[in-house]
């Protein structure tokens, strides 16, 4: 049961309790209130309700400010040269975009993200297999055609990549100046606001993944001996309000986490994401929370997609990321996955938060 359900319970059992307490016999007899009696006659009941979810609205709010302290002390190993916490450096951040044979969205994204305040750079993983040569200047061209006329953005650079891998897209990036990066995918849009809120969020907490697509990994036999998961959509998050992941088709995250994917990562999780062409994502996810012991954190923002089809489209892909979810937690010998119900919110655009 979620932390602010089980509060909201306690609450109403010692408010029954009370009144149990202080009152003239088993059957507490309440006066009736005529319909014209004073305001703050009517509506006590009311304000008992509201103190109640001022209480609970309090200690999401201070159980988002503990995860948020946990990140912020970050580990030891994740720094080969110093062993204090990772601070954020850097006044920006480096916006990192794969694709794969889709120019149109390609130019789309490219333009949106170039543009949005805060982006130091524009990185597009290239992994196909006939880059059009020479690149700096056709492609390079095509794709910020769509600047001109507009305020002068941010610098683009294509990460080439011989081979195609969904592992390409957490390769090491030579030269960024800010330590935060978000990963996002060709057919997602993120608002340009909305991206700074979440990178305010990341600098709270610089050794989480911070993003705006939750899922959760669940036990398929809760009460069984055996430990076997099954991947959580979407739909579960809503219906729960938990989820251990965020994924990275659009994420901030430490670029510390590039050079431990690529060069310390297990390579048998490199291998069975090249195999079965799936679930770098949810390698990232098990990364991070292993190096942490902590759960990211789920921004609530719009996104925006922008294409008709991807990899989750196809069928079986939830039965697929079941598997991926189970051959990586045997990978690392135990499941690092940390489930949370936090949910970071712009207090500036909800009316109750």
């Not at 004073?38 to 159980?63: E, G, Q, Y």
């Not at 949106?112 to 880059?131: F, I, K, L, M, Q």
Request: proline share 7%; with cysteine; net charge positive.
């Amino acid at each position: 049961m979620p932390r602010m359900a089980k509060l909201l319970l306690k609450l109403q059992e010692a408010a029954a309790a009370a009144d149990r307490r202080h009152g003239p016999g088993p059957i507490r007899r309440h006066p009736l209130v005529p319909r014209h009696a004073p305001a703050a006659t009517r509506f006590v009941p009311s304000c008992r309700a509201l103190c109640l979810l001022a209480l609970a609205a309090a200690s999401t709010t201070l159980a988002l400010a503990l995860t948020l302290q946990n990140h912020r002390l970050g580990p030891a190993d994740l720094s080969s040269s110093s062993s204090s916490a990772i601070s954020p450096r850097g006044g920006g951040f480096a916006v990192v975009i794969n694709t794969w044979r889709r120019p149109a969205l390609l130019r789309r994204s490219v333009t949106h993200y170039a543009a949005c305040g805060g982006v130091d750079a524009v990185h597009v993983v290239w992994s196909e297999p006939r880059p059009p040569p020479p690149l700096p200047e056709t492609l390079r061209g095509g794709v910020l055609g769509g600047l001109n006329g507009t305020r002068r953005g941010a610098g683009v650079r294509f990460e080439i990549n011989e081979a195609d891998s969904l592992n390409n897209r957490f390769r090491p990036i030579r030269g960024l100046a800010a330590d935060a990066v978000f990963s996002v995918d060709d057919d997602l849009i993120v608002p340009c606001s909305t991206l700074r809120f979440a990178f305010s969020v990341w600098q709270s907490a610089p050794s989480a993944m911070v993003g705006f697509v939750p899922r959760m990994h669940w036990l398929t036999n809760p009460r069984g001996s055996e430990e076997e998961y099954r991947y959580g959509s979407w739909w579960s998050v809503w219906w729960t309000g938990t989820y251990s992941m965020v994924l990275s088709k659009a994420s901030f995250f430490h670029k510390k986490y590039l050079d431990m994917y690529t060069n310390q990562m297990l390579p048998s999780i490199r291998k069975y994401v090249n195999e079965n062409r799936n679930c770098e994502d949810i390698a990232m996810s098990f990364l991070v929370a292993n190096a942490t012991g902590a759960p990211p954190v789920w921004v609530q923002g719009r996104i925006f997609e922008i294409g008709s089809s991807g990899i989750s489209s196809l069928k079986g892909h939830g039965l697929q990321r079941s598997r991926c979810l189970n051959a990586f937690a045997a990978m690392y010998g135990h499941m690092p996955l940390v489930a949370t119900t936090v949910k970071a919110v712009d207090s500036r655009k909800s009316w109750f938060w």
